[in-house]
């Protein structure tokens, strides 16, 4: 089992930037392609990035290409996610969750951390 904890969210002003953090208890890291979500109030949760198990291969949201990062430290058992050129539109609640395969939708994860907000503002 995976225990995920998400760090690094809060306020920031439009065109302002965050790195979001997610540390993973357990030995078993590498084992598991990562990625982020996010649901903002009254949406469903969506898709924002994906990391394979080595970090060599990387996915995105189409919209949000450009604009954030995602990247993971394995011997640091975390996995990242820089956001740049913050929009108002970005504001939500940001969940880590992890995947026995490389994972671009909720449901192919295994592992959900709770959650860190992020709010933009205008």
């Known amino acids: 089992q995976v225990q995920l904890v998400e760090s690094g969210g809060g306020l920031v002003q439009a065109g302002g930037s965050l790195r979001l953090s997610c540390a993973a208890s357990g030995r078993t890291f590498t084992t598991y392609a990562m990625g982020w979500f996010r649901q903002a109030p009254g949406k469903e949760r969506e898709f924002v990035a994906a990391?394979?198990?080595?970090?060599?291969?990387?996915d995105y949201a189409d919209s949000l290409k450009g604009r954030f990062t995602i990247s993971r430290t394995n011997p640091k058992n975390t996995v990242y996610l820089q956001m740049n050129s913050l929009k108002p539109e970005d504001t939500a609640i940001y969940y880590c969750a992890a995947a026995t395969g490389f994972a671009s939708t909720a449901n192919e994860c295994r592992y959900w951390g709770q959650g860190t907000q992020v709010t933009v503002s205008s």
């Open positions: 990391i394979s198990r080595g970090g060599g291969m990387t």
